[in-house]
């Protein structure tokens, strides 16, 4: 049921809200599961499938937010399109704090530039990019990624701007006393400003219809790699623009660096990518053998230790024998069993 819909007051009277994240009652979200996406940006360091690409996540794909995550992109919790949208601005904000020049001519280190650095900067556009969705998703018109993608690019513009900036009242020269009005020839030279960076939103990535990949859902590490390497058609001009790639959820980084490498050969520049939720390195799995699963490896060392070393003496003798010759040190054809 839409948010604005008006049998959503009487649906509540039968039906009670519900938590997105934990399931407590009376709410859409619960200010602990809230909290979860407002957190700072994080890198993603363990994507083996980006070839390079910067990816920063505002949240983990486990727990509550797998809840809200899967909630909000299948449609089931409509409501919760205005917490994301919120998340994407207040990130798409934090990422123009670290990644472009703000608006007072400084970098995202805070250092000054001088004019022929400011003049050196790139000025073209900002291209907010949202990766491809499939046919079914667009028929349905719930396009959440690229919803999403909107959010961050009003979020990457509003961090750009100079709203809070104020005039330095404190100086180590002579001037007019505090609360006196400043004469126009005692002012201190302005900074060096940065160029006016125009930033846009575009969905211009589309999966090829002929070679259509399967769904993403059950497959392992590999295949998602394998299922989503291909690069997809770029369908307009961004030769020259800077762009930065938007996703929900990111598990092996093959969507992005397929996309990636498709912004690239067609003359962009692409920054960075930039995931509402980033699933977590996947868990070493057990060494394998044909046959089975490898168990007991401590108990095979400690078996292998038990055959090399010789019998004792007093074992030799309590056995009426003398002592045997010491074992050699390669372990025998059962250590390696396996079950």
Not at 86 to 114: K, M, N
Not at 227 to 243: C, S
Not at 279 to 299: C, D, I, Q, Y
Not at 303 to 317: G, I, K, R
């Amino acid at each position: 049921m839409p948010p604005d819909s008006p049998l959503r007051p009487l649906a509540r009277l039968v039906l009670p809200a519900a938590c997105a994240g934990c399931g407590c009652w009376e709410t859409t979200l619960c200010p602990r599961c809230t909290a979860l996406l407002e957190g700072p940006l994080e890198l993603v360091e363990h994507l083996r499938a980006v070839e390079g690409l910067e990816v920063v996540a505002l949240t983990r794909y486990t727990g509550p937010v797998r809840s809200i995550v899967l909630g909000w992109k299948n449609g089931a919790r409509e409501d919760l399109d205005a917490v994301v949208a919120d998340a994407g601005r207040r990130a798409g904000a934090a990422w123009a704090a670290s990644h472009l020049p703000q608006a007072d001519g400084t970098d995202h280190l805070g250092t000054a530039d001088g004019p022929s650095a400011a003049a050196r900067r790139p000025t073209g556009p900002v291209l907010v990019v949202p990766a491809p969705s499939g046919l079914g998703r667009r028929l349905r018109g719930r396009l959440v990624v690229a919803r999403l993608a909107d959010e961050v690019a009003r979020g990457i513009a509003r961090g750009l701007r100079p709203d809070g900036l104020t005039d330095d009242t404190s100086s180590d020269r002579p001037g007019p006393g505090a609360g006196a009005s400043a004469s126009p020839f005692d002012t201190a030279p302005p900074a060096p400003a940065a160029a006016p960076v125009r930033v846009l939103s575009a969905d211009v990535l589309r999966r090829e219809r002929h070679r259509a990949s399967a769904h993403q859902a059950g497959l392992s590490s590999r295949g998602r790699r394998t299922n989503r390497a291909r690069e997809p058609r770029v369908l307009a001009d961004v030769a020259g623009t800077r762009v930065l790639l938007v996703d929900d959820v990111v598990t092996t980084g093959a969507t992005l660096g397929a996309c990636a490498r498709a912004l690239r050969a067609e003359g962009a520049e692409v920054l960075g990518a930039l995931v509402l939720a980033a699933a977590p390195p996947p868990a070493s799995a057990r060494p394998r053998v044909p046959g089975g699963v490898v168990r007991g490896t401590a108990e095979c060392a400690r078996s292998v230790a038990s055959l090399a070393t010789p019998p004792s003496s007093d074992s030799a003798s309590s056995a009426g024998g003398e002592p045997g010759p010491a074992l050699p040190a390669t372990a025998p054809t059962d250590v390696g069993r396996v079950v």
